[in-house]
């Protein structure tokens, strides 16, 4: 089975680091996602890691650590428009195949504060 | 400019109705996905095609029906054998390079 699990809501003010975990159990990997969905839109790619370490893209960086089974997503100097819901997504299928389903977390809602 | 359409974005439907909700990409990929949200639920899976005229059920398939006889279009059918089909439905395609998958803009369905 699949099992991916990261916190329902987290709370953070304007301009601080905020860090949202994800924690997997899949019987595949083959690639970890972190996508950004607004309330009533479609979900929009934020980061992607298939080795361990941290990948950083601007103010978004990304960890994976597939001994551990996981990852954060780390957002820097944080804006109000960063309110939102973050996924976690972890995709199967054989290594090195970009085929694969992906598995979601449940989300977790980040809510900043001015 | 290129990306994935979802019409409409509002439905509503009548319990007992069939209805079929359209997506059309036109990324040129090979592999489309349909999923399904619920309030504070993450997105599960319904049904997903890797090649034209091939698909697969995925975790909630039930009640579900869909098509895949062009590479542009993968159609979903929302059957009155489905108990609890008001919902957020999102269509995605994958690129093949990096897999990672491109989201249209939904449909939210409403059945009463």
């Known amino acids: 089975g699949q099992n991916i699990d990261q916190p329902t809501e987290m709370t953070a003010t304007e301009g601080a680091i905020v860090q949202i975990n994800c924690t997997y159990q899949?019987?595949?990997?083959?690639?970890l996602f972190w996508y950004q969905q607004h309330a009533g839109e479609a979900p929009t790619f934020l980061s992607y890691n298939v080795l361990d370490g941290l990948e950083e893209k601007g103010r978004f960086s990304s960890f994976l650590s597939r001994s551990k089974g996981y990852s954060y997503l780390l957002l820097k100097e944080l804006q109000m428009k960063d309110s939102a819901s973050y996924l976690c997504a972890v995709r199967g299928g054989y290594r090195g195949s970009t085929l694969g389903r992906l598995y979601f977390g449940r989300g977790t809602q980040l809510t900043v504060w001015p | 400019d290129g990306g994935i359409t979802q019409s409409p974005k509002y439905l509503f439907r009548k319990e007992g109705q069939n209805v079929t909700l359209s997506c059309e990409q036109n990324l040129n990929h090979d592999a489309m996905y349909w999923y399904r949200q619920d309030p504070g639920q993450g997105l599960r899976l319904i049904y997903y095609?890797?090649?034209?005229?091939?698909?697969q059920k995925g975790d909630i398939a039930e009640g579900y029906s869909v098509s895949r006889e062009k590479k542009e279009s993968f159609p979903l059918t929302v059957t009155s054998a489905q108990k609890n089909p008001t919902a957020f439905y999102l269509c995605?395609?994958?690129?093949?390079?990096?897999?990672?998958?491109?989201f249209g803009p939904g449909t939210r369905l409403t059945v009463t």
């Open positions: 095609s890797q090649i034209v005229n091939d698909f």
């Open positions: 995605a395609s994958s690129s093949p390079t990096s897999g990672e998958q491109y």
């Open positions: 899949t019987s595949g990997f083959n690639g």
